[in-house]
């Protein structure tokens, strides 16, 4: 039997491991796998990448260069371009990117250029597992026709689960090995045999009744979040209104020990999960004839807040006797999240490009992001790239207006509250006691 074949191999450790896209997930998932003594390949498009992976040096926040390093120099893990080497893997791990296209459906077009490669090379005795986050169904309906056409069958030669990631980018106390990990196969032995790939680097595997589970569980997670944070949007916008500080009403509304989580509002959604998945699911239930009016209304609310975050710029200038035109505006942070190197769907790009729209002289500060480029939606302004700038005091003494959108830890925002004439806090970065002792103005979100 397949999976009892696949398990011993798991089990003595001679299983070879392929993991396909060596990202966010990919790499760190095929570290930890090297680091629990199983051999593991990274297979990437990206030769530089695949080279960078080889030579021990990380390009990943979350993996730091001495695992890599000792990875890579036990032979536990190395990284090809080559897809050929798919055919000696027992197991095979998809975690390549699931976009949108600019119609907001789903893009699984690199799903199914990993699957292609796989089909090439399937063979008796091999497990695939699919982490891609993606509706409901595309295991079950996309991935096994698509490898039983080759004639092979699934349990009698081969096994495929679906396994969501829910890596935290930045997060220390949360890694690959102490989040529990929810895997549902097309069939029970495929279940079976996932569960046990997993429990060798994961503390906790939670098995569900099939493939469809685990992929809507993973969008329900992040449709939780996505929902959640546009009613603390919401709540923000209200509170503006009504004159009360948001951060204060949640953090009082969290002493209750049940019944409540709080969720904090922002400038907008970021990152790669969070603005995108729901519309994985939206995008299903409408093949179903059904709206899923939560997830509309959250995108709604949260998508417009880079705009009211341009509005309290407007509104702090004009106290000012400014206008947005021809003023210069120092953006903090620009990454999606607090300390770390990502910009991918950054409501900064956002902000910036109608700031520069209505004729703001932007610039930026980040550690983490030493260039910005504006592509495709974000080009209002024509799309000039930018580079972070040194926050010295004549940078912040210049600046008629700094917006904190990301509050990276390095910033010293004493100092930025010594120095500047106005504040935008869009993340409560600024503490009670330096919004008190500041001269800068400060309006936050
Ligand atoms: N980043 C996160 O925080 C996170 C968290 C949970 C789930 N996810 C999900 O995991 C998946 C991967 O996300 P990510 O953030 O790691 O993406 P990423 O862009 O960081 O990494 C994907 C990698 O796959 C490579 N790639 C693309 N097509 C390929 C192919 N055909 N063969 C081999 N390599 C290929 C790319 O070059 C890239 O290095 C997505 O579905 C995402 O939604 C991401």
């Known amino acids: 039997m397949v999976k009892e074949e696949i398990e011993g191999l798991i089990e003595s ?13 990919g790499l760190p998932l095929a570290v930890e796998f090297a680091r629990r003594g199983l051999r593991a390949t990274g297979f990437e498009v990206d030769s530089a990448k695949a080279a960078s992976v080889n030579r021990g040096e990380s390009y990943i926040g979350d993996v730091p260069a001495a695992a890599l390093k000792e990875a890579v120099s036990s032979e536990r893990l190395r990284a090809t371009t080559d897809f050929g080497e798919l055919a000696g893997c027992d197991c095979i791990v998809i975690c390549v990117p699931t976009p949108l ?11 199914l250029a990993a ?40 349990d009698e030669d081969f096994l495929l689960a679906f396994s969501p990631e829910r890596v ?29 790939l997993y429990g060798r680097v994961v503390r906790e595997v939670h098995a569900v009744s099939s493939a469809r589970v685990a992929e809507a569980a993973k969008l329900l997670e992040n449709t939780f979040r996505a929902v959640n944070i546009g009613m603390a949007n919401e709540m923000a916008r209200l509170c503006y209104h009504l004159g009360i500080d948001t951060w204060e009403v949640i953090r009082a509304a969290a002493t ?6 709080a969720f904090y509002p922002g400038p907008g959604l970021g990152g790669h999960c969070i603005p995108l998945d729901p519309h994985y699911l939206s995008w299903k239930a409408r093949q179903h004839g059904f709206e899923s009016r939560f997830i509309g209304l959250a995108e709604e609310v949260n998508s417009r807040m880079p705009e009211h975050v341009v509005q309290l710029v407007a509104e702090g200038l004009n106290e000012e006797r400014k206008a947005v035109n021809g003023s210069r505006v120092l953006v ?8 770390i190197a990502d910009v991918r769907e950054s409501p900064a790009l956002s902000i910036i490009d109608r700031l520069r729209a209505k004729g703001a002289h932007v610039s930026y500060h980040d550690p983490f992001i030493a260039r910005l480029n504006f592509e495709g939606e974000h080009t209002a302004s024509a799309g000039e790239p930018l580079e972070s700038v040194e926050l010295t005091d004549d940078v912040l003494k210049g600046a008629d207006c700094c917006v904190i959108v990301t509050d990276h830890s390095a910033v010293d925002y004493k ?4 120095l500047s004439k106005l504040i935008v806090d869009t993340r409560n970065a ?5 919004r008190r002792a500041a001269s800068a103005s400060i309006i936050k979100l």
């Open 13 to 25: 450790g001679r299983a070879r491991v392929g993991v396909i896209g060596l990202g966010y997930v």
């Open 101 to 111: 296209r600019k119609t907001k459906e789903p893009d699984i077009s690199y799903i």
């Open 115 to 154: 699957a292609g490669e796989i089909r090439r090379r399937l063979r008796r005795g091999q497990l695939v597992v699919l982490e891609s986050t993606t509706y409901p169904g595309t295991t079950d309906e996309v991935l096994l026709p698509m490898f039983e056409e080759q004639g092979l069958k699934l």
């Open 168 to 196: 935290d980018p930045g997060n220390p106390q949360f890694r690959t090995d102490n989040i529990p990990k929810v895997v549902g196969g097309c069939t029970d032995d495929s279940t079976a045999a996932a569960a046990a």
């Open 256 to 261: 209750k020990p049940f019944g409540f989580m």
């Open 332 to 339: 903090l942070g620009v990454a999606y999240k607090r300390d």
């Open 415 to 418: 100092r930025l509250c010594e």
């Open 430 to 434: 600024l503490g009670r006691d330096l």
